[in-house]
């Protein structure tokens, strides 16, 4: 059984069994109230799936605040149970989703671009073309920003289509993590993935007085 979190858009906490049944999927919208929601929405999780051996945390990328909320909240319930802690780039569970929901269809994904709003007149966006043996999505390029006005014509010169994504899915990040771990891969480290600095910084050393 496998936890999945993730607030690199809004909140979300879920659960699946090993074989990618889906036990429980917990989603807030809210692009701020991570802090406020993440314990009620994993309270509610545990008490469908109290006994998870995983916990999948969605690595990002976004913005600075509301991923460490989720990070850091998977990472100390990992810590508090004992379990490990399985890091997965939430662009990955965005294109998992969108190639199984294409597979049920009978629809032709072909290449295309996971882009997510990163705020400031810019776009976060990570290409994709496929599934590979292992289930994965096949991640062409690593996640990267690109200014708003200038997306399209990189992912046009890509030969790539445009995927906007407005929430990710929990259950795809546990469900990405459990096929990694089958196939003894790992998807990403164990930095955040904030694509930029935060703005607050250290203060500097107080000045010596002479």
Known sequence: MILGIDTSLGTAV?????????????????????????????????AVAPAPTHVAIGMGPGPFTGLRVGI???????????????PVPSHDGVALGVLLTDALTGTDTGR??????????????????GLDDDGLPVRVT??????????????AAAGARRYDATAVSAAMIALAAARALDAGRTLADGE???LRSPDVVAAHAPKRVS
Request: negative net charge.
């Open 192 to 194: 955040p993935l904030y």
């Open 112 to 129: 295309f671009a996971v882009v997510t709003d990163a705020r400031r007149k810019e776009f976060a966006f990570s290409i994709y073309d």
């Open 142 to 155: 690593d996640a990267a920003l690109s200014p708003r006005d200038e997306l399209d014509e990189r992912l």
């Open 72 to 86: 850091a909240t998977a990472r100390v319930y990992a810590l508090g149970r004992g379990i490990p802690a399985v």
């Open 14 to 46: 879920a659960a699946i069994s090993r074989d990618g049944e889906v036990l429980v999927d917990e989603h807030s919208s809210n692009p701020l109230g991570h802090a406020e929601v993440i314990g009620d929405l994993l309270r509610r999780a545990s």
